[in-house]
């Protein structure tokens, strides 16, 4: 009550500061600073990088400290495409703990760039929710003919809940021809605090990342290459039954850009990754003793040819055309446990070369009808090939006394036919139409479709144990795949109508969305176990099906701008509205649903001094999915304040998050495994958010 108290206080201070400022403010023909919807640039920074997607309309479910795995339009994981600089990555483990945002730190991302809902076919396929397009490669030239030094820098990052830091370094060499880049990070914490003063179990993790980017040029062509390698020692995951133990992966990508005599663009790109994942526990704060591990590949490469612009009558059209192909390789065994009789004493395969393998085609068009009118519409045409081969349980023998189901299971599944083959159809239309230099509308139907994944296909165990390891939904349930899924197919419609100011002070843009989606992939009860003796400690068993789901919702942005005003330099304020709806068509709830969420900045330059003030606003979660017993949470609210000092080649940040050290459960944070492990809760309830920290940040240009 007394949070709630300062809270509502707190935001009437905001509102009748803003209103003041209304009223008086003096508006500019300078430039105003906007929220960009489709597109963000960070500027070298640390941190979260889910933080700075955040601000694009990216909700996240939580994992682990650098795992979190992004959520658009109420649809999470595979749904969304991440690429990054033109890869396209898979998460390597059965609770997707190494998805592809984990690969990078904040600071090596150059831009970012997140497209909800309606994409154009070239931005990707295999998708239904949108694309996060992360460009991090830095190939920046020099006028010179040697290759000289140009820049470096070195940054720092303190947080007080947890004892987190955080260091990033950078250092570019160019000329005229050469440019060679190196952006590394590292991040060590210990587990957060909720806002009680509590300890939130097993959120503990350290990671690095680097990436050393090489690029040659000359007039007519570009090749860049980028070496990647990331080291995760541990990672806890307080909403899984297990622990990431050691994640080592080892990437290289190839771009070649080429201006082709006639005009236009060809550009290719070849990708390889190699992930060797292990799964296991590391922590008093969650103990146990069980190894998994996991090799993967990906390989794959792309060809798009930009073809000159074409004038056909009083058309104007840019075309693309693209070829694509993907293979992805993935081994998941969990090893015998020695002196184990339930986990030995063979080793429990679960997924024996695991295939994924897509082909696509596909053309694009963005075609400028009039000055006022212009359309894009494409086609994406792909062909997905998923195998497996046999697997083998621990062993045959039955389990006290009762038949061992994964040993039935396993038989079942190694007669059956494994091999299955989709063909996708993607294709967009979408128009944008220029009402007056301060108004456009954007109108727009999609129909996108995604193929089930590996692990949502070949998961094949019926006890507990095994079950129990599959899912990547952090809700303490146990999940078995289904060979014959089909893939999901997603209409989607959506308009954004936007408003700018005659003198750029504000701007004022509005989205709603609906998107109906056949074969959705969810999951039905087929069992019940429990893990104590109560009721709050039962979990269920889910196998995949295939099920009709509707999404909609809708969300808002405003910004205002002054200038000149009470001694400041300018004042900015950010506000979004977000809400998001969710059911099957039986009416069952969808899971994991982020409920209507506001958030509010105010921003305030003064010389070389930046000051912010953020609050966000989650309401109360009570629109829940009863099969996968998903927990209600209360509404919330988190106040941030941040300092920036910036001259000539420093930068100094000072901030408190979460300042009035509200006490909240995350709506998407899964169920907290570890805590009722510990036996510090009844029953499983869901993760608690981080209480109130002090940071502070340094970084030096040179």
């Not at 070239?122 to 030094?149: C, K, P, Y």
């Not at 820049?151 to 570019?172: F, K, M, P, T």
Request: hydrophobic residues 35%; negative net charge.
């Amino acid at each position: 009550m007394q949070s709630t108290f300062k809270m509502t206080r707190i935001t009437a201070y905001l509102i009748s500061a803003l209103a003041i400022f209304n009223s008086s403010a003096q508006t500019t023909d300078a430039p105003t600073e906007v929220i960009k919807i489709k597109g963000h640039e960070p500027h070298d920074a640390l941190g979260n990088l889910s933080r700075q997607l955040s601000e694009q309309g990216v909700d996240f479910s939580a994992a682990g400290g650098v795992s979190a795995l992004p959520v658009m339009n109420g649809m999470m994981g595979d749904r969304i495409k991440v690429i990054i600089d033109g890869a396209e990555l898979t998460a390597a483990c059965a609770n997707q703990m190494n998805p592809p945002l984990s690969y990078v730190s904040a600071n090596q991302v150059k831009s970012t760039q997140v497209i909800a809902g309606l994409t154009p076919v070239r931005s990707g396929g295999d998708n239904i929710a949108g694309v996060i397009n992360l460009q991090q490669m830095r190939a920046q030239f020099a006028d010179t003919e040697s290759l000289s030094w140009q820049r470096g820098y070195v940054a720092g990052e303190y947080q007080s809940n947890g004892d987190q830091w955080l260091a990033g370094i950078g250092a570019h060499w160019a000329s005229d021809t050469w440019s060679i880049d190196y952006q590394g990070a590292y991040e060590q914490s210990k587990s957060y605090d909720d806002g009680n003063g509590d300890k939130v179990l097993d959120t503990l993790y350290e990671s690095q990342n680097h990436a050393l980017t090489m690029a040659w040029r000359d007039s007519q062509q570009q090749l860049s290459t980028k070496i990647t390698a990331q080291m995760i020692p541990y990672q806890g995951f307080p909403n899984q039954y297990m622990d990431m133990t050691d994640n080592q992966s080892l990437g290289a990508h190839i771009q070649y850009q080429r201006e082709l005599a006639t005009g236009g663009q060809l550009t290719g790109y070849v990708n390889w990754q190699s992930v060797e994942h292990e799964m296991g526990f590391f922590s008093p704060e969650k103990p146990g003793m069980m190894p998994m591990v996991t090799d993967a590949t990906d390989r794959s490469y792309k060809l798009h040819w930009h073809l000159p612009t074409q004038q056909i009558g009083a058309y104007s059209s840019q075309i693309t055309l693209g070829h694509e192909l993907f293979d992805y390789q993935l081994d998941d065994y969990w090893p015998a446990l020695a002196g184990s009789m339930m986990m030995g004493p063979n080793p429990y395969i679960n997924i024996n070369n695991g295939q994924r393998q897509r082909i696509a085609v596909f053309a694009d068009s963005d075609t400028e009808i009039t000055d006022n009118w212009v359309l894009n519409a494409g086609i994406r045409i792909e062909h997905v090939r998923t195998d497996a081969d046999e697997v083998q349980p621990y062993n045959d023998s039955p389990m006290m006394g009762m038949p061992n189901v994964d040993a039935t299971a396993a038989t079942a599944f190694n007669q059956a036919d494994r091999e299955q083959t989709d063909n996708l159809v993607d294709a967009t239309l979408a128009t944008k139409y220029t009402i007056d230099p301060q108004q456009s509308l954007e109108l727009g139907i999609a129909r996108k479709n995604r193929a089930p994944n590996l692990y949502e296909r070949y998961s094949w165990g019926r006890g507990i144990m095994a079950t129990t390891m599959i899912g990547w939904f952090g809700d303490g349930n146990g999940y078995v795949g289904r060979i014959d899924l089909q893939p999901e197919t997603a209409t989607t419609l959506k308009a954004t109508y936007q408003r700018d100011d005659a003198n750029n002070a504000w701007q004022f843009s509005v989205s709603p969305f609906y998107s109906r989606v056949d074969d959705y992939i969810d999951a039905n009860v087929i069992d019940t176990f429990n893990r104590g003796t109560q009721p709050s400690t039962a979990r269920n068993i889910l196998q995949m099906t295939n099920v009709d789901a509707t999404l909609k919702g809708i969300s808002a942005h405003y910004t205002y701008r002054w200038t000149q005003v009470l001694g400041a330099d300018e004042w900015q304020l950010r506000s979004s509205a977000k809400y998001t709806h969710g059911e099957q068509a039986s009416g069952r709830e969808l899971y994991q649903i982020q409920p209507l969420t506001i958030r509010v900045e105010l921003s305030q330059q003064w010389g070389h001094w930046r000051q912010t003030v953020r609050v966000e606003h989650v309401e109360q979660k009570d629109r829940v999915d009863q099969q996968r017993l998903e927990n209600r949470t209360d509404a919330y609210q988190v106040v941030d304040w941040q300092v920036n000092y910036t001259r000539a080649n420093w930068q100094l940040n000072l901030g408190i998050t979460n300042l009035l050290d509200e006490f909240y459960r995350q709506p998407l944070g899964g169920v907290s495994i570890a805590a009722q492990k510990a036996g510090q809760t009844q029953g499983f309830e869901n993760v608690a958010g981080a209480g109130r920290s002090i940071n502070f940040g340094v970084r030096y240009t040179f």
